[in-house]
T-cell receptor
């Protein structure tokens, strides 16, 4: 299995530009999570999907952020317009939710290092 | 209280020693727990999961869970320089998402 695949690995953009991050979860996994990691705030959950449906987006910082999952094998996280404070590493993760989900394990992609100048 | 709290470290141990990493949690994330290892510039990698009181061993790693005291720990025996990384504790409550601690940076000195 190729694991969770994210693209691009690095993104450098100017303030005000639109940024789109992409994720392909592990085949067969039914849940997908977007996390953001910074030195100051650590790993923060932005949004997660179950069976392609957004379940909890309470971590999305503001309306500039949006996420979609049009099918089981693809998700995007979009920032429009981008700001310097959005600079962080954005991780996508997927899991297979079974039953109570107590032992449900999360597998992370390699991340996208975003720099907004 | 934060939902998952860790000592940020840094923690340094000599090669061959036991490294002990600790984490406390709130009632909201009390169902199951996970330890992830993250090398610099890399993504978090799952090491162990635990959801029952007591110890769970996997090779050189032992996870310990004490629900009465609300703490979970990770012991690394015979520490190696390759174990040098940031270790993230994560907890799950009734909601399915994981909540992560801020991580403890471990350095194993040759």
């Amino acid at each position: 299995d190729a694991g969770v695949i994210q693209s691009p690995r690095h993104e450098v953009t100017e303030m005000g530009q639109e940024v789109t991050l992409r994720c392909k979860p592990i085949s067969g996994h039914n849940s997908l999570f977007w996390y953001r990691q910074t030195m100051m705030r650590g790993l923060e959950l932005l949004i997660y999907f179950n069976n392609n449906v957004p379940i909890d987006d309470s971590g999305m910082p503001e309306d500039r952020f949006s996420a979609k999952m049009p099918n089981a094998s693809f998700s995007t996280l979009k920032i429009q317009p981008s700001e310097p404070r959005d600079s962080a590493v954005y991780f996508c993760a997927s899991s297979l939710a079974v039953g109570r989900g107590r032992d449900e394990k999360l597998f992370f992609g390699s991340g996208t290092q975003l720099s907004v100048l | 209280q934060k939902e998952v709290e860790q000592n940020s470290g840094p923690l340094s141990v000599p090669e061959g020693a036991i490294a002990s990493l600790n984490c406390t949690y709130s009632d909201r994330v009390s169902q199951s727990f996970f330890w992830y290892r993250q090398y610099s510039g890399k993504s978090p990698e799952l090491i162990m999961s635990i959801y029952s009181n007591g110890d769970k061993e996997d090779g050189r790693f032992t996870a310990q869970l004490n629900k009465a005291s609300q703490y979970v720990s990770l012991l690394i025996r015979d520490s190696q320089p390759s174990d040098s990384a940031t270790y993230l504790c994560a907890g799950r409550g009734s909601a399915r998402q994981l909540t992560f601690g801020s991580g403890t940076q471990l350095t194993v000195l040759p």
